[in-house]
């Protein structure tokens, strides 16, 4: 596995591996790739040795990672192990509270040679107990030009527009060329898109469906914003008057992000972003 990384985050990503951490949390956007970049990680510290890397993922058919999986691994972990064995969680915002509580307990009681790897979309995903118990990664996204290095065989065009939406997202990026439709934040681009061109009263009709489905409002507002990021630094280079409206749209969704962070009415919210859309 080939990794495009900014050049601080290639220091970062090499002192973890000579000296790993007991528990890493890794912040980064949706798109960024954090799970191949976390998948990566624990096979360098392991030594290449994918045995001794410990995936926890939702159960088939369920959408958390439920205290009984973290339970589980409590028992796992009493055995012994003399090299290093990595306990892998790239989407650790779908613990549960009660999960994210149990496997606090653990992480207060480090065992040898285990290391936890966390990812988030925010620090906020997890209780602040546990943000105080790892060591913090805010991935910072790599440049424009090593991303035109790195995929030296793409047409430039193609390239370019993927970056357009993409910024300096690698795992989202890497999808658009490869025209991934079963990538689930490129789904949520699609929907964006077609939210953006509904009316108000077609946008509010959403709401309710879409108030109870908590990835998928996360993901719809990540699009949403990739969108208007583009659209805006769009008309600015070509100096146009739709500047002011994708600028306040953006602010609209960002704000709304910040709002569903800090637990407000999912609904609410929504409902306040869709009629100033």
Same mark, same amino acid.
């Given at each position: ?19 790993? $951490?007991?528990?890493? !949390?890794?912040? *980064?956007? @949706?798109?960024? =790739?954090?799970?191949?970049? #976390?998948?990566?990680?624990? &096979? ?110 793409? $047409?430039?065009?193609? !390239?370019?527009? *993927?970056? @357009?939406?993409? =910024?300096?997202?690698?795992? #989202?990026?890497?999808?658009? &060329? ?100």
């Amino acid at each position: 596995m080939k990794l495009l990384l900014h050049p601080k985050a290639k220091a970062r990503y090499d002192q973890i591996i000579s000296d790993p $951490p007991h528990a890493l !949390l890794l912040v *980064a956007p @949706a798109g960024s =790739g954090k799970k191949y970049l #976390l998948a990566k990680l624990a &096979l360098d510290i392991t030594n290449g040795v994918a045995d001794r890397i410990i995936t926890i993922t939702p159960e088939e058919k369920k959408k958390t990672i439920s205290v009984e999986q973290i339970r589980e691994l409590k028992v796992k972990l009493k055995n012994k192990y003399n090299e290093n064995r990595v306990i892998l969680i790239p989407n650790a915002q779908l613990l549960g509270i009660e999960a994210q509580n149990t496997i606090l307990k653990i992480l207060e009681e480090p065992r040898p040679s285990t290391i936890f790897l966390l990812g988030v979309t925010n620090k906020l995903d997890v209780i602040e107990t546990i943000q105080s118990r790892t060591q913090l990664w805010l991935l910072p996204e790599p440049t424009e030009q090593q991303i035109y290095e790195f995929y030296t065989n793409t $047409p430039r065009v193609d !390239l370019s527009k *993927a970056i @357009a939406i993409a =910024g300096g997202r690698i795992g #989202l990026l890497s999808a658009m &060329l490869a025209e991934d439709s079963d990538n689930s934040l490129i789904g949520a681009i699609e929907d964006a898109k077609l939210v953006l061109r509904e009316t108000t009263f077609d946008r509010l009709t959403r709401i309710d469906i879409l108030s109870k489905k908590t990835i998928e409002t996360s993901l719809l507002l990540e699009a949403l914003l990739l969108i208007s990021k583009a659209a805006m630094e769009g008309a600015a280079k070509a100096n146009t008057r739709t500047l002011t409206s994708w600028y306040k749209r953006l602010n609209y969704v960002m704000e709304a992000k910040m709002l569903l962070s800090q637990n407000v009415n999912s609904k609410l919210v929504l409902t306040q972003l869709f009629i100033k859309l």
